[in-house]
């Protein structure tokens, strides 16, 4: 989990002031010299990590916060506030264009995760802004470069621009002609990277913002990286001239070193971050939520979202009309499993719960075979076998049974299962119908 080492250590620091009740300023000396070992261990950049506890000293000695009724939160609160102006302040937009479409291009250097965030990045603009992207293949040099965004945009369904090994410029101009033409809102260009910043990459980079002057320049830079990646978001911003930044592979650096630099070092704003493998784990950065995650408050606002986007509206509201009723069926039941899956790992959802500790769910996810099973054994039932599992005898979980190629005690199972949860839902509901008279009751789910 990103920032998991930093969030432990702080977590340390502000369970000691919290200890003493009274602060001096000999104690806030000693907590601030922790957390700047704990920024540094964290691999943010050392004159960032030495700028960020010389404001927190500065604004925690103040007499007005050692002589409050309590200081510590005082303090944890100040550094709230710098951890979030750090990484920017408030969430940064892209900016689109008045007149389509918006053209973003992307750089960095190879092995960041550049085409398949490309791809990320195109798929969230479809389905959360209901836009309609065109990716365009510019990196002409790497092996199956072209091949690999071919494969991710027809996986989210979007359409691909190329022109084979071609002038990487060429094939931006007339990317961008295109684009005009059948009404794609926005223009995604991939471009080549190198494994080091050189002359002759720069000049194609420049050659082909000249060609197409882009609304938007984007880095991508690899999160586990640390420092590398923000010493190559300053290289590429004195070349090229970059807007902004999205960080990749975020989750898979326990440090997050990466994500508090880059801002402070280069003045450019963090706007996305990919927080997994599949092609729908990209999220818009919001320093405010992000500091409140590494500090243990939690991140309610991006939960919320997440829930949303994994759960059908139209179907949420027929499901809730049942559940008042107290009635549940296999199929919604199937449905409930697949899209809590969709929301990602339970220490993920655990750290974005205020108060929750994340290592205790650490490793805990919806098993993926166990859903297969569960799916397999529902779709062998018939249509009315589903809304009333009661009918099912022995007879028919053996036949169910043989079509799923599965045993009939993995079919009680399940059934047991579902049984509980029908015994939650009936109390529940009848929680909801007591409650309902008085009004300012909704359903919990």
């Known amino acids: 989990?990103?920032?998991?080492?930093?969030?432990?250590?702080?977590?340390?620091?502000?369970?000691?002031?919290?200890?003493?009740?009274?602060?001096?300023?000999?104690?806030?000396?000693?907590?601030?010299?922790?957390?700047?070992?704990?920024?540094?261990?964290?691999?943010?950049?050392?004159?960032?990590?030495?700028?960020?506890?010389?404001?927190?000293?500065?604004?925690?000695?103040?007499?007005?916060?050692?002589?409050?009724?309590?200081?510590?939160?005082?303090?944890?609160?100040?550094?709230?506030?710098?951890?979030?102006?750090?990484?920017?302040?408030?969430?940064?937009?892209?900016?689109?264009?008045?007149?389509?479409?918006?053209?973003?291009?992307?750089?960095?250097?190879?092995?960041?995760?550049?085409?398949?965030n490309i791809a990320k990045l195109a798929g969230y603009f479809k389905k959360r802004e209901s836009r309609r992207p065109l990716l365009c293949a510019c990196d002409v040099y790497r092996p199956a470069a072209i091949e690999q965004l071919k494969v991710v945009g027809g996986q989210l369904d979007i359409p691909v621009f190329e022109q084979g090994q071609g002038d990487p410029v060429e094939i931006a101009r007339a990317a961008y002609e295109h684009a005009r033409r059948h009404g794609n809102d926005i223009l995604m260009i991939d471009t080549a990277g190198r494994l080091h910043i050189d002359e002759q990459l720069m000049d194609e980079l420049k050659a082909i913002k000249a060609a197409v002057h882009p609304h938007e320049i984007m880095l991508v830079v690899d999160g586990m990286t640390g420092q590398d990646a923000v010493n190559a978001a300053s290289a590429f911003d004195q070349a090229l001239g970059i807007d902004s930044v999205l960080i990749s592979k975020l989750d898979g650096d326990a440090r997050g070193g990466a994500a508090l630099s880059i801002k402070a070092v280069t003045g450019k704003p963090i706007k996305f971050v990919g927080m997994g493998e599949k092609l729908d784990a990209i999220e818009p950065f919001y320093p405010d939520r992000m500091a409140s995650r590494i500090l243990g408050m939690g991140d309610v606002l991006s939960l919320i979202e997440k829930a949303q986007q994994n759960f059908d509206e139209k179907k949420a509201v027929d499901m809730e009309a049942r559940l008042r009723k107290g009635k549940l069926n296999l199929e919604d039941f199937l449905e409930q499993m697949k899209q809590m899956k969709g929301m990602g790992s339970m220490e993920e959802i655990a750290g974005m719960i205020p108060g929750m500790n994340p290592k205790a769910l650490k490793d805990a996810k919806v098993d993926e075979r166990a859903l297969a099973r569960t799916e397999a054994i529902i779709l062998s039932m018939t249509p009315k076998e589903r809304e009333n599992p009661d009918i099912l005898n022995f007879s028919r979980k053996k036949r169910i049974a043989a079509g799923c190629g599965q045993r009939v005690e993995d079919i009680n199972r399940l059934l047991k299962q579902f049984e509980m949860t029908q015994q939650m839902v009936k109390q529940l509901s009848g929680l909801g119908k007591k409650r309902g008279k008085k009004g300012g009751f909704r359903f919990p789910f």
């Open 1 to 116: 989990m990103a920032f998991e080492n930093l969030a432990d250590k702080l977590s340390g620091v502000f369970k000691k002031l919290r200890s003493k009740g009274r602060l001096s300023e000999a104690d806030v000396k000693e907590a601030m010299r922790e957390i700047r070992m704990a920024l540094l261990e964290a691999d943010v950049n050392f004159k960032v990590a030495k700028d960020f506890v010389a404001r927190v000293s500065e604004k925690a000695v103040g007499s007005e916060i050692l002589e409050s009724l309590s200081p510590a939160q005082q303090v944890i609160k100040i550094v709230n506030e710098e951890l979030t102006s750090l990484m920017g302040g408030s969430q940064t937009r892209i900016r689109m264009a008045n007149n389509p479409p918006t053209v973003i291009m992307f750089v960095g250097l190879q092995g960041a995760g550049k085409t398949t």
